[in-house]
């Protein structure tokens, strides 16, 4: 299961009064989009944040229900090459000391473990009785 998160569109009205489609897309922002993907171990969280430093990425938890993904200056002197951030609410049943980032050619990849995995189990047929006796009594 995919989703993603866009950034503001502007209505169908305005395309009636923008003058050419070709000059201006649906999009009022660049795409600064993040995706967030399931897998049965865990959660994947990708935002494309071209030209911005690592040192300039923070990922953060709060209140162990939040994810925080953001751009800072590193000092006063200063500026991120893009503004972001982003706050999502994190699933129940999540690891959140197994949280890890990497952020490899402008896509920071933030994965979020799961800690209820589904196993399958198998019951040896020699463990199972020849015959199986239900009492119960008469009403």
Known sequence: MEFSFPSY????????????????????LPENHVNWTQTPEAHVYSADLPGVRKEEIK??????????I???????STKPAMDF?????????????????KYEDGVLTVT???????????IDPADVPDRVEVLARAA
């Open 9 to 28: 569109q502007l209505s169908p009205l305005y395309h009636y009064l923008l003058p050419s489609p070709a000059l201006f897309s649906n999009q009022l």
């Open 59 to 68: 990922v953060e938890v709060e209140d162990s229900r939040y994810l925080i």
């Open 70 to 76: 953001r751009t800072e200056a590193i000092d006063d």
């Open 85 to 101: 951030k982003r706050k999502f609410r994190l699933p129940g049943s999540i690891d959140i000391d197994g949280i890890s980032a």
């Open 112 to 122: 979020v473990p799961r800690t209820f995995r589904r196993g399958s189990f198998y």
